[in-house]
């Protein structure tokens, strides 16, 4: 027994998603390791202990944002292979998990738990504000994306009339 075509691309669109969150997760959780993390030494991802559990945290911060763009990978070639690659999806997916990601590092990490802050020693609120609102607008575009390919599956799944 096959699967009927409306299952097929609504899963497609699902799966397509699936991938492009978990690669917007790991790619803001890696450029946030890198720049802020690393490079930039502005913080820690857990700055209230000593500085090696803060440099622990990071390794374990770093390794979270490589599983995650593994796995969407993994799911990418998968799709690829079956043709089911869907990019559009895949771009909604990603711009919610990058705004995602970091807007609940922004207010979450930042604030609500105090784990670290963006820098340290400086007015932080020019540099929540510009963090919050990147995110912000990153998971609303992802969103409406999100809509409209999902709008555009169903649309796709319905049965043509003879």
Request: glycine share 8%; aromatic share 12%; hydrophobic share 50%.
């Amino acid at each position: 027994m096959s699967t009927p075509p409306q299952a097929r691309r609504n899963t497609r669109h699902g799966r397509n998603l699936v991938a492009g969150v978990l690669l917007g997760l790991g790619t803001v959780a890696f450029v946030d390791e890198v720049v802020f993390h690393q490079l930039l030494r502005w913080h820690h991802f857990y700055d209230l202990s000593t500085p090696d559990v803060a440099l622990i945290s990071d390794g374990l911060f770093h390794a979270f944002s490589w599983f995650a763009t593994v796995a969407s990978l993994l799911m990418v070639a998968a799709l690829s292979r079956e043709r089911a690659f869907w990019g559009a999806a895949f771009a909604a997916g990603w711009l919610t998990g990058a705004g995602f990601f970091q807007l609940y590092d922004g207010l979450i990490q930042h604030k609500v738990l105090g784990l670290h802050q963006i820098r340290y020693g400086v007015d932080l609120l020019p540099y929540d504000v510009t963090w919050n609102v990147i995110a912000a607008v990153l998971l609303l575009a992802g969103i409406v994306l999100w809509v409209t390919t999902a709008r555009r599956a169903r649309r796709l799944a319905k049965p043509a009339r003879t």
